[in-house]
């Protein structure tokens, strides 16, 4: 967990300087996800995982090399996690 940290900050510095959209999040407080019942966090999170994998980092285009390994250790570490969730129900 301590590399996606790690790797996640760095993309973030490297990638909000060019972000256009700055003042859109999709969870926009962080007691959005507090009414969220336990049985549902799987489902939640597979989900989340599911669109930063499908839309994300599909979509986003990056010259930096080191970013972009950085961007694809998350997307593989992410796609290991919707595995690890496909028992969850949608």
């Given at each position: ?18 972000d256009?959209f ?45 970013i ?23």
């Amino acid at each position: 967990m301590s590399h996606l940290e790690e790797s996640f900050q760095e993309i973030k510095r490297a990638i909000q300087t060019k972000d256009n959209f700055q003042n859109v999040t999709i969870l926009s407080t962080l007691g959005a996800l507090q009414k969220t019942k336990p049985l549902d966090v799987c489902c939640v999170t597979k989900n989340l995982l599911a669109f930063y994998v499908d839309r994300v980092f599909k979509d986003h285009q990056e010259s930096d090399p080191q970013i972009l390994r950085k961007i694809s250790s998350i997307a593989n570490s992410f796609l290991y996690m919707q595995k690890t969730l496909q028992q969850c129900v949608s």
